[in-house]
């Protein structure tokens, strides 16, 4: 089976542009978080989507934007980027069962100048 | 407020010590707890929960619901145990993690 990939693994963007980072869940997965990692801090849950509705969200403001689609891959989408924006952004995926696990993927790096 | 706080952002140990990673948290309700792992260049994935009750590469973790914490812990550490720790808690109802802000690990030989 394959793991979950996220496209592209760096990115530099100017502030007050806006961002697309992709990810493809593991195979069998219906549902997909996406975390906002930033230097030296934990994961922050941004939000959770399942079977293409969003399934709950952390405390990220509505510039923060996600898709999932029929194939169960996703997109964050973020707008007006803001220096603060510079992290990793994890996707993370799970077959949506009770007791199933997360599995993350590698993450993208989005520097923001 | 529901937080995870690990107090140690780095700990160093040598070979064959026992370790403990200490996690508090901080939740009204019944959260179940995680620890994940990092090793170096590889992605974040789960190292045990506590419902499993079960022991990974030799790594142990009870929650204490008295002193809302769930340490990590084993006995005699292992070069191969180096990577980050990361204690998260889902709370009732929601599959988001809440995690800590990560310990380092360093065993040396």
């Known amino acids: 089976e394959t793991g979950v990939t996220q496209s592209p693994t760096h990115l530099i963007k100017t502030r007050g542009q806006q961002v697309t980072l992709r990810c493809s869940s593991q195979?069998?997965?219906?549902?997909v978080s996406w975390y906002q990692q930033a230097l030296g801090q934990g994961p922050q849950f941004i939000f959770q989507y399942y079977r293409e509705e969003e399934n709950g969200r952390g405390n990220f403001p509505p510039r923060f934007s996600g898709l999932q689609f029929p194939n169960y891959s996703s997109e964050l989408n973020v707008n007006a980027l803001e220096l603060d924006d510079s992290a990793l952004y994890l996707c993370?995926?799970?077959?949506?069962?009770?007791?199933?696990?997360?599995?993350f993927g590698n993450g993208t790096r989005l520097t923001v100048t | 407020a529901q937080r995870v706080t690990q107090p140690e952002k780095l700990l160093s140990v040598f070979k064959g010590a026992p370790v403990e990673l200490k996690c508090n948290y901080s939740y009204s309700g019944s959260p179940e707890l995680f620890w994940y792992v990092q090793y170096s260049r590889q992605r974040l994935q789960l190292l045990l929960r506590h419902i499993s009750r079960e022991s990974i590469k030799g790594f142990t973790a009870d929650l204490n619901k008295g002193e809302t914490s769930f340490h990590l812990k084993k006995p005699f550490a292992q070069e191969e145990d180096s990577a980050m720790y990361y204690c998260?808690?889902?709370?009732?109802?929601?599959?988001?993690?809440?995690f800590g802000t990560g310990t380092r690990l360093q065993v040396f030989p």
């Open positions: 195979s069998g997965h219906n549902t």
């Open positions: 998260a808690l889902t709370p009732s109802n929601t599959d988001k993690l809440i």
């Open positions: 993370a995926s799970s077959s949506g069962q009770e007791d199933s696990p997360l599995h």
